[in-house]
């Protein structure tokens, strides 16, 4: 079958990388993908991310069997309706479903109407009251953006100064729409969950990224820098009971509702005292998890979607090793960073992903905010980790920067 990829960056890397590997791909396209993927699909970067009519014309012209989005834009803003109107099967929501991703507001109201485990909110779209709230309200308290931020919407104010300073970030008119969470105490992890309405598979393997710039957890929030899987301190049964309480039961409460979801659903969950709770949904995979998750996946990815298609039943299969991913990331990041230094050293052959790298003059220059992820293997998360390290070090460049402690919590 002739499969196209949507995206550019390091997550869809590696569902090219992995697709590739499939007996069931003919063809495999990007759109508009990056210079990384030339070897294993076809890139056409000619055609933009948001050119929907080009896109459609591409699958049209193509006979494209599958369409297979990556990132949160498109799909919040209809590409997956629009290939659909053409007979084209999509991996990935609609614009109705990707809501649960698109408008925190929606995810947080559906998951009250179904008693699904949130941390408690409130929403406020306007700065006045905002302000009056964070003079009363206990901390730490969490504002989230509504909309997309490219995971970097989300800010945890530890007392009234930094709330102030947030509100004052977020507010930019004075009339946007921020949810205001409790903060909630325990130890994050990602799973991956393929819906296809009423149907929910979630992973068997967990995976758990690095949000924060720096080590130890400092600085800035960003689109994640590293990853790794899986996570051997949270438990199976902590899985299965995310999936009773909280994959399940979304899978069930969109379907009901008249969202039916049909993807791969990104459920970000905290390890509470009351169990599993909801930080956030994606309608896509995360990155870097998607990373280190399929570099694991010893099974056919493709065939996982046929079978998704089918409601038939998914099991999933993986390697014994261990897998760890350290992000690269330019300078400055997530703020201002500069562009077009040159980045060598990295091969593409399954130990890199690259997010940020274009090639001019048969020489690869940083041209995004996160460059490329490293991806170490090993029998355990240590010895993972040692090889994630040596393939950091190996890459030559004076504008990137790295945490030290990615996969540390896992490692006693």
């Not at 949810?179 to 393997?205: I, K, Q, R």
């Not at 990137?400 to 006693?412: C, E, H, M, P, T």
């Amino acid at each position: 079958m002739k499969v196209l990829v949507i995206g550019s960056g390091g997550r869809e890397h590696a569902l090219t990388f992995k697709l590739n590997q499939s007996s069931l791909v003919s063809h495999l396209y990007a759109i508009p993908g990056n210079d990384a993927m030339v070897n294993i699909a076809e890139v056409h970067k000619e055609i933009a991310e948001n050119d929907h009519a080009a896109i459609v014309e591409f699958a049209v012209a193509h006979k494209i069997d599958w369409a297979i989005i990556g990132p949160e834009q498109p799909l919040t803003e209809g590409l997956t309706d629009k290939l659909q109107a053409l007979g084209i099967k999509v991996f990935g929501p609609n614009k109705a479903a990707a809501q649960i991703e698109g408008s925190k507001s929606f995810a947080k109201q559906i998951m009250e109407r179904h008693n699904i485990p949130t941390a408690d909110y409130k929403e406020i779209n306007n700065k006045d009251d905002a302000l009056s709230y964070i003079e009363q309200c206990d901390y730490p308290i969490v504002l989230k953006k509504d909309g997309l931020a490219a995971g970097k919407g989300v800010i945890i104010a530890q007392n009234y100064d930094e709330a102030l300073e947030a509100v004052n970030e977020l507010y930019i008119s004075g009339k946007e729409l921020v949810v205001f969470e409790t903060f909630l105490e325990g130890e994050e992890f990602s799973l991956m969950t393929f819906v296809n309405g009423d149907y929910a598979v979630p992973f068997d393997c967990i995976a758990q990224d690095h949000k924060r710039a720096f080590d130890n957890d400092k600085g800035p929030n960003t689109g994640g820098m590293g990853a790794y899987c899986p996570v051997p301190h949270i438990g199976e049964g902590i899985l299965n009971q995310t999936n009773e309480t909280i994959a399940q039961p979304i899978a069930q409460a969109m379907h009901k509702e008249g969202y039916p979801f049909f993807g791969v659903l990104y459920i970000g969950a905290i390890v509470t005292k009351e169990g599993p709770k909801v930080i956030e949904f994606n309608a896509r995979f995360g990155d870097p998890e998607a990373q280190v998750l399929l570099s694991r996946m010893d099974s056919d990815l493709m065939q996982h979607i046929v079978d998704l298609d089918n409601k038939k039943p998914i099991q999933f299969e993986w390697k014994d090793d261990s897998f760890v991913g350290v992000m690269l990331a330019s300078k400055g990041y997530p703020g201002s960073y500069e562009k077009g230094e040159s980045v060598s050293g990295f091969t593409l052959d399954g130990d890199y992903f690259v997010s940020g790298l274009t090639l001019k003059d048969n020489q690869y220059v940083i041209n995004g905010g996160r460059v490329i992820l490293a991806v170490g293997q090993g029998e355990n998360i240590a010895s993972a980790k040692q090889q994630a390290y040596n393939l950091v070090s190996s890459i030559k460049s004076d504008n990137l920067f790295y945490r030290n402690d990615i996969s540390n919590k896992a490692i006693k």
